[in-house]
C-alpha cells in the first residue's frame, strides 16, 4: 500500500497552486445557478491540523500559505484562496487547512454534488469522520468511494447536471500514476466533453512527468491552460519537491488573466532561490475543425 500522507505537505507550495486555482474555478461555477458536480478522484483526508505532529515535522506550509498570510498586497486570486483558508482559522491563527474536498465544500451550494475517491485505509476514515462534523447538507451532497478514483470517474461521466469540474491529483508515488492520468484525462474528455478537467502534477526529473505534460498539450480539447510555479532549484537526488504543475481543460475564461497578475507574484513571494519561476500557457481552440470549402 502507499506511503504518502498529504498531511505532511498540506498548504505547501504546491497546494497554494493547485487550491487557488481550485478556488478561482469553483467561484466561477457559482456565476451561474446551474448546478454542477465536482469529482476529486484523489481526495486525501479532507482537512489538516497545521500542528499536528506531522504537519510541524516538515512544517512545508510555512513556506507555502504561510508566507502568503499576513500579506496585504495579494492579487485578486490569491486573496481570495486565502479568504477562504481564513474561514477555517476564525481566530486569525493559522492552525488548520483544509484540502481540495474541503475547499469544495466550502464553495457548493446545496443542489451541487460532491463525489470523492481515495484509497489508502487511513485516510479514508480520516475523510468520512471529518464528514460526519458537517451539517446535513454537506453530508447529503457527498458521497465517498473507498475505491480506485482513476478507474471510478468514468462511471460517474458525464454528471446528470452536464456541467462540473473533475480535479485529478494523484500522489506520483506509482510512476505508473504518470500513464494512468494521461489515460484518465482522455476518459474524461471524451465522456464529458465540455467539462473542466485539472490536472496537478510536480516538477520532477522523470521522464514520464515531462512526457505526460508534453501529451496533454497536443489533446485535442477546445480550451487548454497550463501553469507551472518552480520555487528553487532541483537536487541531484530529486528529494523535495522544487515545483509543480496544473493544467486544466476547459478553464474558466478568467483564469489566464487572473494567472497573469498571479504566477509573478506567486514566483516572487514563495521562491526560496534563484531557480524561482513559473511559466503559464492558455490555448483556445488549438484544433479548429476546418471549415468546409464551398465550390
Ligand atoms: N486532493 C487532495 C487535496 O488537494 O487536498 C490531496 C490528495 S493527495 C496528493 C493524493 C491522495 O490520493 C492520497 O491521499 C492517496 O492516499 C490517494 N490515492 C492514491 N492512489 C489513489 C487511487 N488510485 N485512487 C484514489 N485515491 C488514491
Known amino acids: ?4 500522507r498529504h498531511a505532511f505537505h498540506a498548504g505547501n507550495h504546491a497546494d497554494v497552486l493547485k487550491h487557488a486555482i481550485l478556488v478561482h474555478t469553483l467561484d466561477y461555477f457559482n456565476r451561474k445557478d446551474a448546478p454542477y458536480w465536482v469529482i476529486d478522484t484523489h ?11 506531522w504537519a510541524a515535522k516538515t512544517s512545508e506550509f510555512a ?10 498586497d495579494l492579487p485578486p486570486l490569491l486573496a481570495d484562496y486565502v479568504a477562504r483558508i481564513r474561514a477555517f482559522n476564525t481566530n486569525g491563527r493559522l492552525k488548520r487547512y483544509p484540502g481540495s474536498p474541503w475547499l469544495t465544500l466550502d464553495a457548493l451550494r446545496p443542489s451541487d454534488r460532491l463525489r470523492l475517491f481515495e484509497m489508502h485505509p487511513t485516510e479514508i476514515d480520516t475523510l468520512v ?9 454537506a453530508q447529503r451532497q457527498t458521497t465517498i468511494y473507498g475505491d480506485d478514483g482513476f478507474e ?33 484525462v482522455k476518459e474524461c474528455v471524451k465522456r464529458f466533453a465540455t467539462g473542466t478537467i485539472a490536472v ?8 514520464e ?8 498539450e497536443n489533446l485535442k480539447v477546445k480550451s487548454w491552460l497550463h501553469a507551472t510555479l518552480t520555487v528553487k532549484k532541483a537536487t541531484i537526488d530529486g528529494y523535495g519537491l522544487h515545483g509543480s504543475g496544473m493544467f486544466l481543460i476547459n478553464p474558466p475564461w478568467t483564469l489566464h488573466d487572473a494567472l497573469k497578475q498571479t504566477m509573478p507574484y506567486l514566483a516572487r513571494e514563495l521562491g526560496q532561490d534563484e531557480r524561482a519561476s513559473f511559466t503559464l500557457q492558455y490555448r483556445e481552440n488549438p484544433f479548429p475543425v476546418p471549415k468546409k470549402q464551398s465550390d
Do not use: C
Open 200 to 207: 496537478w502534477y510536480p516538477l520532477v526529473q522523470r521522464r
Open 129 to 137: 469522520g471529518n464528514l460526519e462534523h458537517m451539517d446535513r447538507t
Open 152 to 184: 471510478g470517474v468514468k462511471a460517474l461521466l458525464p454528471p446528470p447536471t452536464r456541467r462540473g469540474m473533475v480535479l485529478i491529483d494523484p500522489s506520483y508515488e506509482d510512476k505508473n500514476d504518470y500513464r494512468r492520468t494521461l489515460i484518465t
Open 1 to 4: 500500500m502507499f506511503s504518502y
Open 209 to 216: 512527468a515531462s512526457e505526460m505534460a508534453r501529451h496533454f
Open 43 to 53: 481526495a486525501g483526508a479532507g482537512l489538516y491540523s497545521l500542528d499536528s505532529d
Open 63 to 72: 513556506d507555502g500559505i504561510g508566507r502568503l498570510w499576513e500579506r496585504d
